[in-house]
């Protein structure tokens, strides 16, 4: 019974998330009381569908690029050749927390126009650094005795890195991708400010029109995406705990 109730609320969120996207007009009683002067209470300037999957799109890729340069930059700086390289490295990552998504939209426009790129600039640079850091503490945390146990049986170190220490660190790696997504999604509505398609088109239409029922609709629907991936790459987490012999946490 106590695993049927998490399956329960996983299964209504997500039924909740696809009826908002899909079928936005049956809600229209719930959202009506938050208009004002007959203003329209269901987003009706695109489809939320579309931007619904263009936001996760785009955080998307940008969470990836993010995992593949913070993760190698852990393991370089982790390596015998790269550990003097490992202030630098933080300097780089900790870029995107210095300076707030809109300044580096701001930054970024000039170079490259309005539109997509600005806000996955934006997203990778503010996604390092949880990669980086949980990666970097999976890494230097593993049970000395399975490393020497390692080296032992005639491992390189490419080998040990791959199936040792990697496998090993796995869960803890992914507990910094999950952070990253989390805080991905709701920083990517911003990128609508700057002509990316994303949920934020929804919730800036609703602030210019004092339509506090659009607001709501896009805040909504970011954060059944922000618990229901939250809630995903957590229980992933786990399966690579079990599988690692680790007891999650």
Do not use: K
């Not at 190698?72 to 707030?100: D, K, M, W, Y």
């Not at 997203?123 to 850091?133: A, C, N, R, V």
């Not at 890494?139 to 390189?156: E, Q």
């Amino acid at each position: 019974m106590s695993r049927a109730w998490p399956l329960l609320a996983r299964g209504t969120l997500l039924a909740l998330l696809v009826a908002l996207v899909l079928e936005p007009a049956w809600f229209e009683p719930l959202f009506r009381p938050l208009t004002r002067n007959g203003a329209p209470a269901i987003y009706d300037q695109g489809s939320l569908l579309a931007l619904t999957l263009h936001h996760v799109q785009i955080v998307a890729l940008a969470c990836l690029a993010a995992s593949a340069v913070a993760i190698v930059l852990a393991i370089l700086v982790t390596r015998p050749i790269g550990a003097e390289f490992l202030p630098l490295s933080r300097a780089v990552v900790n870029i995107g927390q210095t300076f707030p998504p809109v300044a580096v939209l701001a930054l970024a426009v000039p170079a490259l126009g309005f539109g997509d790129r600005p806000t996955l600039v934006a997203l990778f640079l503010y996604g390092l650094l949880p990669i980086f850091e949980n990666t970097l503490a999976g890494l230097t945390t593993l049970p000395p005795a399975v490393v020497d146990a390692a080296r032992g049986v005639g491992m390189t170190p490419v080998q040990r890195l791959l199936r040792v220490e990697l496998p090993l660190a796995a869960p803890v790696i992914l507990a910094g991708i999950r952070l990253s997504v989390v805080i991905s999604l709701g920083t990517a509505t911003i990128g609508s400010t700057v002509a990316a398609a994303t949920l934020g088109e929804v919730i800036i239409a609703g602030l210019t029109s004092s339509n506090l029922a659009f607001v709501v609709q896009g805040g909504v629907i970011v954060g059944l995406l922000a618990v229901l991936l939250h809630d995903g790459l957590a229980a992933a987490e786990r399966a690579l705990a079990r599988r690692a012999g680790i007891r999650p946490a």
